[in-house]
């Protein structure tokens, strides 16, 4: 990226900041996001939670009386916990944002956002993100399959923690991939119009 361009960026970030900054709220009684708006991707990060928490607790209850045992355990854990969370504060953002573009109407922001609702991952991100996942997969097997000289029972849990925490994995990709079309498909149901777009504001449109 160009110096020129960078600054572009920097400056057209600065100004969407500001709009954001200045939007008005929505009376705290204003009707929310449709339910089945808000379910068509939450139940993805439930799903990536709750499997990602049952691999933690297998891998807890078979790994062997080690610090490894226990690091993984907690990371895997957090991993879930975070996506289980991420759930109720998406819940609380879509509702507040559908309630204020109902009061108010859109600005050149929620354009922006509409309009970079399936902009690509950064590269870096994506190998950020995997490195991170492949790590927590590769902590999991070294615990669970320690376990697996201790009978059929133990060594079907191990392939099951495994085969959980990459299912997980993906359906929390899945997830962030499709996080943002709630608001272009909510706008475009209720007949809210989106205002145009900035010109200096273009840079933005294909970066997260």
Do not use: C
């Not at 933690?56 to 490894?68: F, I, K, N, Q």
């Not at 079309?181 to 504001?201: K, N, S």
Request: hydrophobic share 50%.
């Amino acid at each position: 990226m160009g110096v020129a361009v960078a600054e572009d960026v920097r400056r057209a970030r600065d100004q969407v900041d500001r709009v954001v900054e200045k939007r008005p709220e929505a009376a705290p009684d204003g009707q929310g996001l449709p339910p089945r708006l808000l379910r068509r991707d939450l139940g993805l990060t439930v799903a990536a939670g709750v499997l990602d928490l049952s691999a933690a607790a297998a891998a807890v209850a078979l790994g062997p009386d080690s610090g490894l045992t226990t690091m993984t355990g907690v990371g895997v854990g957090m991993v879930g916990a975070n996506a289980v969370i991420e759930r109720f504060q998406e819940v609380r953002r879509r509702n507040a944002g559908a309630a204020r573009l109902r009061e108010h109407g859109a600005d050149a922001a929620d354009t922006l956002a509409a309009l970079r609702h399936d902009a690509p991952t950064p590269r870096w991100a994506l190998v950020l993100w995997a490195a991170i996942q492949l790590a927590l997969v590769a902590l999991l097997a070294v615990v669970v399959f320690q376990a697996w000289s201790t009978g059929p029972l133990a060594q079907v849990v191990a392939v099951v923690a495994v085969a959980f925490r990459l299912a997980a994995g993906a359906l929390s990709y899945r997830y962030y991939a499709r996080r943002n079309r709630w608001l272009p498909d909510f706008a475009r149901e209720e007949g809210i119009a989106l205002p145009p777009l900035p010109e200096q504001w273009q840079v933005l449109v294909h970066r997260r």
